[in-house]
């Protein structure tokens, strides 16, 4: 396939596994594209970055956890521990070298003050803003990567969902009315 940077080799295995069997050729690259382009210019709603911060506020250091048991869920059987290391590495490096510092940090940092504000109503804007970016901000990576491991699958599991309409096509489903 190719079509994702050296860089991304194990993104690209991880979606090899993902799909195999599911999609042709031709969706394989319709999806890397869509992968690909979202990699680049990765973005997020508010309501998606609103759920993320409620989630790190609510588990607080159970949150980097989280983040590790939702990466060894999205993997297939066939990765061994190793390579889920190396996928763990690749995935923070990627988020601290093309992500951070780049505008949905700090979306996602505005989000985690609104939460720890609707928390502790008696903090004062710059207290919250403190606790934010002391206790919770080292967690920032851990967000970003939910937010693309979250968007990645996504995009596999719509393309998955279109290739099967695909084959379907035609073909009804009735429900039998129940007396």
């Given at each position: 396939?190719?079509?994702?940077?050296?860089?991304?080799?194990?993104?690209?295995?991880?979606?090899?596994?993902?799909?195999?069997?599911?999609?042709?050729?031709?969706?394989?690259?319709?999806?890397?594209?869509?992968?690909?382009?979202?990699?680049?210019?990765?973005?997020?709603?508010?309501?998606?970055?609103?759920?993320?911060?409620?989630?790190?506020?609510?588990?607080?250091?159970?949150?980097?956890?989280?983040?590790?048991?939702?990466?060894?869920?999205?993997?297939?059987?066939?990765?061994?521990?190793?390579?889920?290391v190396?996928?763990?590495?690749?995935?923070?490096?990627?988020?601290?070298?093309?992500?951070?510092?780049?505008?949905?940090?700090?979306?996602?940092?505005?989000?985690?003050?609104?939460?720890?504000?609707?928390?502790?109503?008696?903090?004062?804007?710059?207290?919250a803003?403190?606790?934010?970016?002391?206790?919770?901000?080292?967690l920032?990576?851990?967000?970003?990567?939910?937010?693309?491991?979250?968007?990645?699958?996504?995009?596999?599991?719509?393309?998955?969902?279109?290739?099967?309409?695909?084959?379907?096509?035609?073909?009804?489903?009735?429900?039998?009315?129940?007396?």
């Amino acid at each position: 396939m190719g079509n994702l940077t050296k860089q991304h080799q194990f993104l690209e295995k991880l979606i090899n596994l993902q799909i195999k069997g599911h999609l042709n050729k031709e969706q394989a690259e319709i999806l890397y594209k869509a992968i690909s382009s979202f990699l680049k210019e990765p973005d997020a709603s508010d309501y998606t970055l609103e759920l993320i911060a409620v989630r790190i506020v609510k588990m607080g250091v159970d949150y980097e956890a989280y983040v590790s048991a939702l990466i060894f869920k999205t993997l297939p059987d066939e990765f061994t521990k190793k390579e889920l290391v190396k996928l763990e590495e690749e995935f923070y490096s990627y988020i601290e070298k093309e992500i951070y510092g780049k505008g949905l940090d700090q979306r996602i940092t505005e989000k985690l003050i609104e939460q720890i504000s609707k928390q502790n109503p008696k903090l004062n804007d710059s207290m919250a803003e403190k606790k934010a970016m002391g206790n919770w901000g080292w967690l920032l990576p851990h967000a970003l990567t939910q937010l693309v491991i979250d968007r990645i699958i996504e995009a596999i599991d719509n393309a998955k969902v279109e290739a099967n309409r695909g084959k379907k096509k035609g073909r009804t489903i009735r429900i039998k009315k129940m007396d």
